[in-house]
């Protein structure tokens, strides 16, 4: 430790400078409306949850019976619930809402960082100025900012709150300080209980930076009484942590982030990105900013000037080489590390490492204050203010609207099966006995009148079977039995151990269901009482044990100190310095004064991003495209192969929509992979249904072209639909995306299939849309060529399909090089061509077999290649024989087709529900193309009220497949407007080509319109 010079401290000018600091960083949780971050919302509703089982007197909740509308989920047993806890204690005590509380716990999260960083500053620099300097680069850290107001990650913004404080009990346990050594365990065991991740990553750091800065007694001393802080803390958190991890397979941990992609491996970040600030002006109209988590920039200066300045400080070196190691295991460079360490994988987010090396770098710069006497006495207060001043492109998040849950009802509203269950996005914490989740509306229902309704399944009982609930408890059950015979009884809740049963007072197995994981008991004949209640494991009531032993330990151990004094008390040092304290606490003032300035007066560093014309800010192109009147695409940016599009509601949707981006050529083909990958710096966004009208979002992601992808211009366009109908909404063309060049054959490592062309042509992929299609339907077939030499001739490919006996049933020949002939290919060209092909009508049902093969100049190539998965043609049930109708017609139609007659509802047609058509159509000749279906029903202006446009039989029974002679059964539903008025309208229908949408016209209807009948419409 430094040797502190004989300056009286100022504690009420240090106290002053902490709350003006505090002020900016806590302000968007002191007023407005919350922040809208990934995680507030689904915390709150957990900690109801939480304070529902505290109400029920279940006081150490392992299992959430409310969650999963009811069926149950283990959060509790898994998750660390200090959180929770502190948010249902401040609820129950002060009697406000739980976002009150909310934002309550999260200002005193962030206050005591910055107490805590405050406190260890002036501890090891012997400085109130460096300690206000710790406290000022700690809580302005991007990172720090990031967790509290992007992330709403209230229990990780606690855990990074006890790091300073349990770092500066360990230096001093290692001192020799007894009592430093009881609080250290304890404020290493609530880091446990608030993050168990973010404890997990900062041991090591926090280990080693304790036994460095406290090696005073010898480092073998101080190793000693450090290891005793930690297993101090893993003892007295071992009922939450222990239990968790020896659990962990009774749950689909890994398969619910692996669905979603939460692993470790796709979670680092680059080296640019601890350097990349938010653009400037900050968009107050911006529904999503982009995610940055970059280093403290002036901090990081500041920490570099000070091992500049005291080069031979080994205190300075320490914490350089730990804010080092904990930046190096964010990086990609460090993926080997991680590879090795299984429980490290567990924390999931390499970047979380960047809160410890925050309050590392934090330590860090602060020690420039105390090292530059002499050099300026305005340095401290310049570089606060300019720490200070760094973070504010992280100070004026986006804020939505929350409402506090109040009752099971609104717990159970906001889960949406499959994935956004029990408060958790990824289903993570399902019993890994339910692979299919069941239907949960019933019991979603019964939520609404009752807290904790009755979850046993009556439907399947027995007839003579008498089942009476005669006790319901929280987590305890009592039914009482009657039957002639034995019969079984499931209840609507998930199986997870801790889970019992008892048939009059004896244990009674307990049958896990498939698919869905729900509880099933056996009962015999006759007159029975059940018990089915949730309790402990061994592991759990070993945890619990231990923990309690050692927190009586740890209480005993307390009083004892506090009775008869330390055992062993460090040496007595000199209160910390005041110098510059009081510049830097005016500086401190000056920033919040600016702060609250800069919230209410529009300046060059924020702005709203909707200029007077409505439109946002950074746009390369705008568009203006009207979705419907429900969306609007103000204009898209294409930097490279990121794509992003500018969308704000028109008014409130109510609605969920989703996008997809399509890369198309001239004939229409798809040129790049459904998949949507985001940009590193994406920022999450919810749902349309709740995307305020006022605002706007930025949807990006990364174009994906297919591998092989020919050079040329394509069209890219976006499309508009209904999440759960996947009705389309609207579709709107971006602009042109330019494939200057082919690829090289480097951009894929697949292997070659087979050679051709005297070996300078090798085809490295064969891809099909589908295994498996009916005859007349469309297949998709994509190539992948490598160029091993220059290809002069023009080249055509022969795709066959091999049948039983070797026997060719189908061939197609293409050319090579579709969009970009192969005399243009450079050797080590990558080129990808794409066709469709239509099944022959007449193809008979079976397996097949596809082989590929070249031609030159009109002579075979020798080679062939058969790709190794079959291929299945589908069986059609084909009618020969008209069915019957209610109207026949014979309605002719280009001499090929036939609208032999049709069926409709007789009567009035009532107001408000479907009109159901029947058309029977008839095959007079092969059609080579897809025609589809029109059913018009027009008013008496000839003006279109509803229609029915699809390929014939709902999409599957495309006209390319039909056979002379042939009758197909064609449904239509035309859905009417609510408000069509009662009168007589017409209906109408015919065939166009789904291409060029040319009608298909006969000798009788020259407009290629059939008239089928008038319908008479009754009053809405």
Request: charged share 15%; aromatic share 10%.
């Amino acid at each position: 430790m430094t040797a502190l010079p004989a300056t009286r401290p100022r504690p009420w000018l240090a106290l002053g400078g902490l709350l003006a600091l505090l002020l900016p960083a806590c302000w968007p949780y002191l007023a407005g409306e919350l922040p809208r971050t990934n995680d507030t919302e689904a915390l709150v509703f957990r900690a109801f949850a939480l304070l529902q089982s505290l109400r029920a007197g279940d006081w150490l909740p392992r299992w959430a019976p409310q969650l999963v509308h009811g069926y149950g989920y283990p959060v509790f047993h898994y998750f660390p619930n200090l959180t929770f806890y502190l948010l249902a204690g401040v609820h129950l005590v002060s009697g406000s809402s739980l976002l009150a509380a909310y934002r309550l716990v999260m200002c005193a999260a962030i206050a005591a960082a910055a107490l805590g960083a405050w406190q260890l500053g002036r501890t090891l620099w012997g400085s109130e100025t460096a300690g206000l300097l710790a406290a000022a680069a700690y809580i302005y850290s991007p990172y720090i900012l990031y967790t509290a107001h992007v992330r709403g990650g209230l229990p990780e913004v606690l855990a990074l709150a006890a790091l300073p404080w349990a770092l500066e009990r360990w230096i001093a346990a290692a001192s020799g300080s007894r009592r430093a050594l009881l609080a250290g365990g304890a404020l290493y065991a609530a880091m446990i209980l608030s993050h168990g991740g973010t404890a997990l990553q900062a041991s090591v750091p926090l280990a080693l930076g304790a036994v460095w800065l406290g090696r005073s007694a010898g480092l073998w001393r101080a190793a000693r009484s450090v290891a005793q802080c930690a297993l101090l803390g893993l003892a007295l958190a071992a009922f939450q942590w222990l239990p968790a991890l020896l659990e962990i397979e009774y749950a689909q941990v890994q398969q619910g982030y692996g669905a979603t992609n939460i692993r470790y491996d796709l979670n680092f970040i680059g080296i640019t990105d601890l350097f990349t600030y938010p653009r400037l002006p900050l968009n107050g109209d911006l529904l999503n900013p982009p995610v940055l988590r970059p280093l403290g920039l002036i901090a990081l200066g500041a920490a570099l000037a000070t091992l500049l300045w005291r080069r031979r400080n080994p205190a300075a070196w320490g914490l350089a080489a730990l804010a080092g190691l904990c930046v190096y295991l964010a990086l990609a460079q460090s993926r080997w590390v991680w590879d090795a360490l299984p429980l490290l994988q567990r924390t999931l987010w390499p970047w979380r490492l960047l809160g410890p090396a925050a309050l590392l770098l934090a330590l860090l710069a602060a020690g420039v204050e105390a090292s530059s006497a002499g050099v300026s006495r305005w340095l401290a207060p310049v570089l606060l203010l300019a720490i200070a001043a760094s973070a504010l492109p992280f100070l004026f998040p986006p804020r939505a609207p929350l409402s506090a849950p109040a009752s099971s009802a609104q717990l159970a509203n906001s889960e949406l099966p499959p994935l956004l269950i029990g408060t958790t996005t990824t289903a993570e914490y399902l019993p890994r006995w339910v692979t299919a989740l069941p239907d949960s509306s019933a019991q979603r229902v019964a939520l609404q009148d009752s807290a904790d309704p009755d979850r046993l399944e009556r439907a399947a009982l027995p007839p003579d079977a008498s089942v009476v609930h005669a006790s319901n408890g929280w987590l305890r059950d009592e039914y009482e039995l009657q039957a002639v015979a034995p019969f079984e009884l499931v209840f609507r809740q998930f199986y997870f151990p801790g889970w019992r049963a008892e048939l009059d007072g004896q244990p009674l197995p307990v049958r896990v269901t498939a698919p869905h994981g729900l509880m099933a008991v056996n009962v015999p004949a006759g007159n029975h009482r059940l018990v089915l209640q949730f309790g402990g494991t061994t592991v759990r009531s070993a945890a619990e044990a231990l923990s309690a032993a050692a927190w009586l330990l740890w209480l005993f151990q307390v009083a004892a100190g506090l009775l008869v004094g330390p055992v062993h008390a460090p040496a007595a040092v000199a209160p910390p310095a005041a110098t510059g304290l009081r510049r830097s606490a005016a500086a401190a003032a000056l920033f919040a004064v600016c702060y609250v300035v800069l919230i209410n007066v529009d300046t060059p560093l924020r702005r709203p991003g909707l200029a007077a014309g409505g439109q946002p800010a950074g746009m390369q192109h705008v568009l203006q495209a009207d979705f419907s009147g429900e969306l609007l695409l103000h204009g898209y940016a294409l930097r490279g192969l990121q794509l992003d599009l500018y969308w704000q509601a028109q008014h409130k949707l109510g609605v969920n929509y989703n996008f997809n981006v399509r890369l198309l050529d001239a004939a229409g083909m798809l040129w790049n992979s459904p998949e949507i990958v985001r940009p590193a710096d994406w920022r999450f966004i919810p749902g349309t249904d709740f995307w305020p009208p006022a605002k706007y979002v930025v949807d990006s992601q990364i174009l994906q072209p297919l591998a092989g992808l020919p050079p040329g211009e394509y069209q890219l366009q976006v499309v508009a639909f209904h999440s759960d109908t996947l009705a389309e909404l609207g579709t709107v063309v971006l602009g042109k995306f330019v494939q200057s060049a082919p690829a090289s054959a480097q951009a894929t490592t697949a292997s070659g299939l087979a050679t051709f062309a005297d070996a300078r042509l090798e085809l490295r992929a064969l891809q099909f849309s589908r295994n498996a299609a009916a005859p007349g339907e469309p297949v998709r077939v994509d190539l992948l060529w490598r160029a091993a030499a220059l290809l002069p001739e023009p080249l055509v490919v022969r795709l066959a399909l091999i049948g039983p006996g070797a026997q060719r049933a189908a061939e197609w020949r293409m050319p090579v090089g579709v969009l970009y002939p192969v005399q243009q290919w450079q050797p080590d060209n990558l080129v990808r061509d794409a066709n469709a092909i239509t099944l022959p009508a007449a193809l008979p049902a079976g397996e097949y077999l596809w082989e590929v093969a070249l031609e030159s100049a009109g002579a075979p190539d020798a080679k062939s290649y058969r790709a190794a998965q079959s291929f299945r043609v589908t069986a059609l049930e084909r009618r020969f024989e008209a069915p019957g109708m209610q109207t026949q017609l014979y309605a002719q139609l280009d001499g090929r087709v036939l609208l032999a007659g049709f069926s409709t509802p007789s009567g009035v047609q009532p107001a408000r529900q479907p009109l159901e058509v029947r058309l029977i159509w008839q095959c007079v000749a092969p059609l080579a193309q897809h025609y589809r279906v029109f059913v018009h029903l027009l008013n008496a202006q000839g003006q279109i009220v509803a229609q029915s446009d699809a390929e014939p039989a709902g999409w599957t029974r495309p006209t390319t497949g039909w056979l002379p002679g042939e009758f197909i059964v064609d449904e239509h539903q035309l859905q009417l407007p609510a408000a069509l008025p009662a009168g007589s309208y017409a209906l109408q229908a015919g065939l166009y080509d789904a291409a060029s949408g040319q009608r298909l016209s006969g000798s009788s209807n020259p407009a290629g319109i059939v008239m089928l009948q008038p319908v008479q419409l009754g009053a809405p």
